[in-house]
Nanobody
C-alpha cells in the first residue's frame, strides 16, 4: 500500500518561510504539491518528474521550489515570501508510471499575523 506522509505545516507570518516534506514509497513518474483553500477547488502548486522537470503555478513562481532527496524518497515544498492567500491545506501527490495517483492526507498551512 502506498503511503504518503506529509510534514511541516503550521502557522507562519506573512513574508515568512516554511518547508513541507512528503516521504513516499515505490517508484513513480512524478511527485507534486497541490493545495485547497476554504471554499475553493484544489489547485496545482508545483510538480517534479523523475527527469527533474518542474512545473509551478504562476502564483508561486519565484517564491516556492520543489527540491527532492532521492535517497530518502522525499519531495519538499520550500515556501518563502508567504502571503495570506497561500493559506490552504497542502496535499502531496504521487503519480505512478501507470497513471494512477496517490494522495496524502494533507497538511494545513496558515499564513497570518
Amino acid at each position: 500500500q502506498v503511503q504518503l506522509v506529509e510534514l511541516g505545516g503550521g502557522l507562519v507570518q506573512p513574508g515568512g518561510s516554511l518547508r513541507l516534506s512528503c516521504a513516499a514509497s515505490g517508484s513513480f513518474f512524478s511527485m507534486g504539491w497541490y493545495r485547497q483553500a476554504p471554499g475553493k477547488q484544489r489547485e496545482l502548486v508545483a510538480t517534479v518528474t523523475t527527469y527533474r522537470n518542474t512545473n509551478y503555478a504562476d502564483s508561486v513562481k519565484g517564491r516556492f521550489t520543489i527540491p527532492t532527496d532521492n535517497a530518502k524518497n522525499t519531495v519538499y515544498l520550500q515556501m518563502s515570501s508567504l502571503k495570506p492567500e497561500d493559506t490552504a491545506v497542502y496535499y502531496c501527490r504521487q503519480r505512478r508510471y501507470s497513471g494512477i495517483d496517490y494522495w496524502g492526507k494533507g497538511t494545513l498551512v496558515t499564513v497570518s499575523s
